[in-house]
């Protein structure tokens, strides 16, 4: 614990923690010290499946911590008891040119004045009706 909190100086988003802990997150309750201390961190658990499947058991001992999710997967290799695992994070070296959108009246002084002018010719009539039935 004492190593994982000098990580709280030097973190940056997109660290990550990854091996056999040996502590496995299906028994969360036995590891609440451990998971707890990485949730302060703001480390999380990117692998939420068991890692190693036998047949009376399951346990998810191989881990990678995150504090920023990407993605996750798990290769089936079909020749051991367990799964390989990797995390994949794509990060292309630019970034995108964001469009900058308004969505508003243009407030030029024409502009203005042909809206004032279209109020002074509307026909108000319309809408001042003493019966309801009468009304637009």
Known sequence: ???LCNVRKTQREGDLF???FNIDL???NDHAEFIDTMFSLGFYPLIQM???IMKDSETLIHNIFVNKMEAECIVDLWITSLFLMFELNHQPNFQKEQQMYYIGRIKTPEQIAA???ELE???WQEIYVEDINDSL
């Open 121 to 123: 010719n509307y026909n």
């Open 26 to 28: 299906l028994k969360a």
């Open 1 to 3: 614990k004492r190593n």
């Open 50 to 52: 068991p890692s190693r």
């Open 18 to 20: 990854c091996g056999d």
């Open 115 to 117: 809206f004032k002018t």
